[in-house]
């Protein structure tokens, strides 16, 4: 059931393998062929890929050499970001057509509240998703439901190029036989503790009580309980800012001295000050970052109070965070900043995320 009185229309648009689309529009003669983008040296990790190479067990996140194992033939491309900011950008002007409400959640994902249009919620997603169709020529598919939660789990339900609507009256339908995975917070440990306790799915967690969940699993046991059964008020936030930008390599071969490390951070300081002055030049930056994941695959962090990107602090992380190494070779670097709360009302507005 939902809370009382919520009788919105909530939308979320989830893009079809966007950065791969995206190539293969560009590159026609590649489309019915297993592409992947991102991980061409062989070190780093696919950014996604299309359906064609996900039928080999391919998928996002996964280790290039892992994914070339599974499918030989896999032609992997490389990334061009400011290509996907672009489309990003004119698909959400779509979204703005229909609805000032939109909250991205990343360049090819976003929940809309049409809750204030009279037109039926289903049409409305038909509507935006041919209207990307025509102006960009790729697909989306979409989830309609009275609330995020139930709305980014049903536009996984008829991808590619599809859509699916929870309606108030079939909730309690959908969400018993769900498995507990689904919920969005439920990692693989909490998965596996769950299932240990004998709840596997929604239904499993209806027969338990707050108390005993928030006693099992702390906070998030409360937010388990209401999710269970479809509960979910927080709205679609159009202001929500991002907390920090930041880019990273993964090297092919791992580096060795700090020397050809501060060589790669030049790249990444460049890259790093495009995307600032591109789409960030109103935000105050209050931290720089540096990452640093060594051979062993342990990562750590160093940062400095910062209100702008300077070559020699960023140099300096570098080498604080390298010698946490203690001689081991480096095969990741990363650069960021961290910003400043927006400010709203002259008050700083905390961020949610």
């Known amino acids: ?48 890929c299309n359906y064609e190479a996900r039928e080999f067990g391919c998928h996002s996140a996964m280790p290039a050499f892992k994914a070339k194992a599974l499918c030989p033939d896999l032609i992997m491309l490389p990334t061009n970001f400011e290509l996907y900011r672009h489309e990003s950008s004119r698909i959400r002007d779509i979204f703005a057509q229909f609805t000032p409400l939109i909250e991205p959640l990343s360049l090819d994902e976003a929940y809309l509240d049409v809750t204030h249009l009279d037109s039926e919620s289903g049409t409305i997603a038909w509507e935006i998703r041919e209207r990307i169709r025509l102006e960009t020529q790729l697909t989306a598919s979409a989830g309609i439901a009275p609330n995020k939660f139930l709305a980014k789990i049903a536009s996984d339900w008829r991808k590619p190029d599809g859509q699916f609507e929870v309606r108030r009256c079939e909730i309690d339908d959908f969400l018993t036989d769900l498995p507990v995975k689904k919920i969005w917070g439920v990692g693989k440990r909490t998965a596996q503790r769950l299932n240990e306790a004998g709840i596997r799915t929604c239904g499993d967690l209806r027969k338990r009580s707050e108390v005993e969940l928030v006693r099992r699993f702390g906070k998030f046991g409360r937010s388990l309980f209401h999710l269970s059964r479809g509960i979910d008020d927080r709205p679609v936030n159009p202001h929500r800012e991002r907390k920090s930008l930041s880019n990273e390599r993964t090297f ?38 540096v990452k640093v994941k060594f051979e062993d695959f342990q990562s750590t962090t160093a940062q400095r109070a910062a209100d702008r990107v300077e070559p020699d602090t960023m140099r300096d992380l570098l080498a604080e965070a390298w010698e946490r190494g203690e001689g081991k070779s480096v095969r990741l670097i990363g650069a960021g900043v961290r910003f400043r709360p927006v400010a709203v009302g002259g008050v700083e507005q905390l961020e949610m995320f």
């Open 252 to 289: 092919r071969e791992n580096l060795t001295s700090l020397e050809d490390g501060l060589s790669k951070l030049e790249e990444l300081i460049d890259e790093l000050h495009h995307d600032l002055t591109g789409r960030h030049e109103e935000r105050e930056i209050r931290e720089c970052v």
């Open 1 to 48: 059931m939902l809370s009382p009185g919520n009788e919105r229309k909530i939308i979320h648009v989830d893009m079809d393998c966007f950065y791969a689309a995206i190539e293969l529009r560009e590159r026609p003669e590649l489309v019915g062929k297993p592409v992947a983008v991102g991980g061409s040296s062989g070190r780093g990790v696919l950014t996604t």
